[in-house]
């Protein structure tokens, strides 16, 4: 079940599942594709871009290729839909634990942010659509990017992008 401020639901398991084995191959971001990709971000996006894990990065490549022909703006956005991960200092099994936190008790997860420890990291993982869209908005992105990446965990009604174009940022993530 999702309400309105739930970003994980069960039904996001295979998704889940999937992204956990790609992230233990360890990809590393393909260096022609990351050259293209800032060559489109501003200098404020660039940073928090080069803050993103490699895991990351090469996942953001992954989604803006992916929508390269809908133009820059679109790109971007989809390329730094994650960037809120970055504060949660999170690898890999820290991550899987998190989002399995989040489908068993999101609000209860979310709710640890002032704990120390794995508990406030899996907190802050579990906000990362809400910390990349302040992200993105203090540095200026486009309300497209500041809009996804608080959007893109929400079901299609929760969302205020444009039906068309959200589903082609979805398929992108996915
Ligand atoms: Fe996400
Ligand atoms: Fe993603």
């Known amino acids: 079940m ?3 401020s739930s970003a994980y639901s069960w039904c996001q398991i295979p998704h889940l599942a999937q992204r956990t084995l790609w992230s233990l191959r360890k990809p590393a971001p ?4 990351e050259r293209w990709l800032l060559s489109l971000l501003t200098p404020a996006e660039s940073v928090l871009y080069r803050q993103m894990a490699a895991v990351d990065r090469a996942h953001a490549i992954n989604c803006a290729r992916v929508v390269e022909s ?3 703006e ?7 839909h994650d960037v809120g991960k970055t504060q ?3 690898g890999t099994a820290g991550r899987v634990a998190a989002s399995l936190a989040g489908l068993v008790n999101y609000e209860q997860a979310r709710s640890w942010g002032s704990k120390p420890g ?4 899996v907190a802050l993982y579990l906000d990362h659509s809400d910390i990349g869209s302040a992200e993105l908005q203090m540095a200026g992105a486009s309300k497209l990017a500041v809009a996804w990446a608080r959007e893109h965990h929400l079901q299609a009604e929760q969302q205020t992008i444009e ?3 959200a589903a082609a940022l979805k398929a992108a993530d996915d």
């Open 2 to 4: 999702t309400d309105a």
């Open 163 to 165: 039906p068309d174009l």
């Open 74 to 80: 679109v790109v971007v956005a989809s390329a730094l």
């Open 88 to 90: 949660s200092g999170l």
């Open 30 to 33: 393909d260096p022609e594709g």
């Open 118 to 121: 794995l508990r406030g990291q």
């Open 70 to 72: 809908l133009g820059a």
